[in-house]
């Protein structure tokens, strides 16, 4: 459960020294981002067995001014997807399915379910549309309780992004039916199993499924923006609706002890764990997304559930692991993840400084209006509202971007940059777009 929205502080460059105490720098780190408000959560770092960082930051409540701590629970989205794959390989385990099953197996009626395979649906490459798309379906449906006959009708008719295996599209409606499968294979709740396998010999007491009704003190309020003038809480998304996709609800505490049970191989052994840590397509493997970090394998997985931004990332080979959880839609979380890994591997890293913005005449800003592709499938348009330069990327809200400098241009509530570029004759041609440390190339089509 994820959007695509995006933006990037102007960076102050510090150099790391060795004599400097690792805790106090990625206490540092985090305090910064807090106090431009690019994150308000918890965040748990651990390197070989010792938590170096485990503290909350902004506010679990703001109205009530209640602050975040290591205890705050939140939803956690798609880093459910890694517990749904892990319940997947233990039944495969206890032979009640395979991975090599075909979706027809289990629903015999469902379109070209026999060209569709379980680990399919695991590895994003199962072309089935993805129901978080539709755009009423999420505007207007996901605080209300649903079940399976109706999430399945919002995808189940659509027509395939492309043929089974050939390619990849992230897809939480193949996650969902995932969740179905268990129970069809288990003969039980897709929760139940999740507790069975995980959460009870885990002792992971503070994590569950049904947020909307948790009874907690610790729960946190998830909002869609938190500063200094304003908190708007976002509505809560029901459990039937994000299901294994993403209705999980956690704590760092509670995410720790499922990674030491993954650097021990109590949950899955180190053959399930390499086979869930192989990359498929796009670096993704069974809920898993995988990179490097100095030359060793980096496994992790994002999520974003309405008011709610969350990270963890791991290097087995290290013991690293690094939990963020955010109640305010911080979209700086893959640029935050990055900066303590280079703090944790000794590398030059970055400390965010607020960008000030500059006035910029509307008859200046018409050399910038048109149409601009991002790739294929994903335009920007460029417009101008009450003196405003405004991009509305293709089935997105538009933003307002803000200008820092000649031809640069950014967007305060997100993780992104814009930078104008030109031809021989300084005409503006396209832009590069700055976002999680990505600078993809976009040229002008109209």
Not at 255 to 263: C, I, N, S
Not at 344 to 361: F, G, Q, S, T, W
Request: net charge positive; proline share 4%; charged share 25%.
């Amino acid at each position: 459960m994820k959007k695509l929205a995006v933006l990037i502080p102007v960076l102050c460059i510090v150099v790391i020294g060795t004599a400097q105490d690792i805790k106090s720098q990625l206490d540092t780190i985090l305090a910064a981002y807090a106090k431009l408000y690019k994150f308000n959560g918890s965040v748990l770092i651990a390197k070989k067995g010792t938590v170096l960082l485990d503290k909350g930051y902004g506010y679990r409540n703001a109205a009530n001014k209640i602050l975040n701590d290591e205890k705050t629970i939140y939803q956690l989205g798609s880093v459910t997807k890694q517990f749904t794959s892990a319940i997947i390989l233990k039944l495969q385990e206890e032979k009640k399915l395979d991975v090599q099953d075909k979706l027809s197996k289990y629903f015999p009626a469902y379109p070209k379910g026999d060209s569709i395979t379980i680990e399919q649906l695991l590895t994003h490459t199962s072309g089935i549309y993805n129901y978080t798309n539709d755009a009423d379906f999420m505007a207007n449906q996901i605080t209300k309780p649903s079940n399976r006959e109706k999430i399945m009708a919002l995808f189940k008719d659509k027509p395939l992004d492309f043929s089974p295996g050939t390619g990849w599209n992230y897809s939480n409606s193949g996650y969902s039916l995932l969740g179905y499968i268990i129970e069809i294979a288990a003969k039980k709740p897709y929760e139940e199993m999740v507790r069975k396998y995980i959460f009870a010999p885990l002792q992971m007491t503070h994590s569950g499924f049904d947020f909307t009704h948790l009874k907690s003190n610790e729960k946190a309020t998830g909002y869609f923006k938190v500063d200094n003038t304003n908190a708007s809480a976002a509505p809560m998304v029901d459990s039937s609706i994000s299901f294994s996709a993403g209705a999980i609800y956690s704590t760092t505490g509670d995410l720790y002890r499922w990674h030491k049970a993954l650097e021990a191989n109590m949950i899955l052994s180190k053959a399930q764990q390499e086979k869930a840590y192989t990359p498929v397509r796009n670096n993704y493997g069974y809920g898993w997304t995988i990179d490097s970090v100095d030359g060793k394998r980096r496994v992790g997985h994002g999520g974003g559930i309405h008011g709610f931004i969350t990270n963890i990332s791991r290097v087995p080979e290290d013991d690293v692991c690094i939990v963020l959880l955010s109640n305010a839609s911080n979209e700086a979380i893959g640029e935050i993840t990055k900066t303590i890994f280079d703090a944790l591997y000794n590398k030059p890293y970055e400390l965010p400084k607020e960008r000030v913005v500059i006035k910029v005449a509307e008859e200046t800003l018409k050399q910038y209006l048109g149409e601009y592709e991002i790739r294929p499938n994903l335009h920007v348009v460029m417009s101008i509202k009450n003196g405003e330069l405004v991009a509305a990327p293709t089935g997105q809200p538009e933003s307002i971007i803000h200008a820092e400098k000649e031809d640069f241009f950014f967007v305060k509530e997100q993780d992104i940059q814009i930078e104008f570029t030109r031809n021989d004759k300084k005409e503006v041609a396209g832009f590069i777009l700055h976002q999680g440390g990505a600078n993809v190339p976009c040229k002008k089509i109209k």
